[in-house]
């Protein structure tokens, strides 16, 4: 079993920065895939990133790729989602989630934290 807890969403200006952070009970969260995904209202769940249980291999949505830098620290039990040049357009409701396997389905995965919100003023 696997818990999971978002932290640092708040509200920024567009072009600012968020760093999010999902922390992690179980010693199995070092062997599972995580990811992100975030919500906007009246929109489906969508992908954002993923980074495999080593951190080695890493994806990410078109939307916020070179924009969004997604990491772990296995020794901490937690992840990271490093956002930068935000846009309006990120605001939503933003979700970690791990999986023994890598997946990019937000169906595949297993475990999920309640969410944290970000918001980005034009």
């Known amino acids: 079993q696997v818990q999971l807890v978002e932290s640092g969403g708040g509200w920024v200006q567009a072009g600012g920065s968020l760093r999010l952070s999902c922390a992690a009970s179980?010693?199995?969260?070092?062997?599972?895939?995580m990811a992100w995904f975030r919500q906007a209202p009246g929109k489906e769940r969508a992908f954002v990133a993923a980074?495999?249980?080593?951190?080695?291999?890493?994806t990410y949505a078109d939307s916020v790729k070179g924009r969004f830098t997604i990491s772990r620290d296995n020794a901490k039990n937690t992840g990271y989602l490093q956002m930068n040049s935000l846009r309006p357009e990120d605001t939503a409701f933003y979700y970690c989630?791990?999986?023994?396997?890598?997946?990019?389905?937000?169906?595949?995965?297993?475990?999920w934290g309640q969410g944290t919100q970000v918001t980005v003023s034009s």
């Open positions: 179980g010693r199995t969260f070092r062997s599972y895939a």
């Open positions: 989630a791990a999986n023994p396997g890598w997946a990019t389905n937000y169906s595949d995965y297993r475990y």
């Open positions: 980074i495999s249980w080593t951190g080695l291999t890493t």
